[in-house]
C-alpha cells in the first residue's frame, strides 16, 4: 500500500530550462495538492487539484507555472524557463476526499536551479 | 499575509525539560491539524483538532484547540532527542473545500 510517491526526489536545472515534478496520489485518492517550501519555512499552498480538473489555483504564479492532474497518470506540476528563485522543495499531499482531515504528503521534489 | 503565526520559531532545549509551542492566528478554522517534519522529508500528520476547546494527547505530546478555533497550541514533557524536527500547525479554512494553510514552523532540537 505505498503512500504519495513524488519523483524525481532531486532535479538540478539551469536558468531557462523546464522542470516537471510528478506526483501519484495514495491508491484510492482523487484529489491532490502541491505546495512549495523555502529553507527554514513553512508550506505555501500552490493548487488543488481533482482528476482531470483544476479546483484552486490561487498560489500559483501567474506565469511560468502550471499543473495538471490527466484521468490516467500522475499529477505533473510544470514550471517553464525556470529562475533561481524556484529552487525549492515542492511537496504533493492527495486525500480521499476534500475534507482536511487525512492529508498525506509524499517526500518531496527538490529543485535547484543553476 | 500570514495567516498562521507559530512561536517560537526555534527552539533549543535539554533532554528531559518540557516546551510548548503555540500557533495562532486571526482567522477560524474549521480543524486544525499538527506535522512534524524531518530534514528531506515531508510533514507527517501528528493530530487533528476539531471542536473548539478540545485536547488530545498522543504519549508525551499534547494538543490543545482553542475555544474560538482561532489558536493552538503543543505541549511536549520530558522532550527526547527523538523529538527533533520542525513541527508546523496547519488550518483549514472552509471555503468551497477544507483549504489546508500552514504556520512558518518551530524548529525544535533536543540535546542529549
Known amino acids: 500500500n505505498a503512500g504519495v510517491m513524488q519523483n524525481p526526489r532531486h532535479l538540478v536545472r539551469r536558468r531557462g530550462q523546464e522542470a516537471r515534478l510528478r506526483c501519484s496520489p495514495m491508491?484510492?485518492?482523487?484529489?491532490v495538492y502541491w505546495y512549495r517550501q523555502l529553507p527554514e519555512e513553512g508550506l505555501k499552498f500552490m493548487v488543488y487539484?481533482?482528476?482531470?480538473?483544476?479546483?484552486?489555483e490561487s498560489g500559483m504564479p501567474k506565469e511560468r507555472f502550471s499543473a495538471e492532474f490527466p484521468k490516467e497518470g500522475p499529477s505533473i506540476l510544470r514550471i517553464q524557463q525556470v529562475v533561481r528563485g524556484d529552487s525549492a522543495a515542492y511537496f504533493c499531499a492527495s486525500s480521499q476526499g476534500s475534507g482536511a482531515n487525512v492529508l498525506t504528503f509524499g517526500a518531496g521534489s527538490r529543485l535547484t536551479v543553476l | 499575509t500570514q495567516l498562521l503565526e507559530q512561536s517560537p520559531q526555534f527552539l533549543s532545549i535539554q533532554e528531559g525539560e518540557n516546551l510548548t509551542v503555540y500557533c495562532n492566528s486571526s482567522s477560524v478554522f474549521s480543524s486544525l491539524q499538527w506535522y512534524r517534519q524531518e530534514p528531506g522529508e515531508g510533514p507527517v500528520l501528528l493530530v487533528t483538532v476539531v471542536t473548539g476547546g478540545e485536547v488530545k494527547k498522543l504519549k508525551r505530546l499534547t494538543f490543545q484547540f482553542g475555544d474560538a478555533r482561532k489558536d493552538s497550541s503543543l505541549h511536549i514533557t520530558a522532550a527526547q532527542p527523538g523529538d527533533t524536527g520542525l513541527y508546523l500547525c496547519?488550518?483549514?479554512?472552509?471555503?468551497?473545500?477544507?483549504?489546508?494553510?500552514f504556520g512558518p514552523g518551530t524548529s525544535l532540537s533536543v540535546i542529549p
Open positions: 491508491k484510492g485518492h482523487s484529489h
Open positions: 487539484l481533482q482528476k482531470e480538473n483544476i479546483i484552486d
Open positions: 496547519a488550518g483549514a479554512l472552509r471555503t468551497s473545500y477544507d483549504k489546508v494553510i
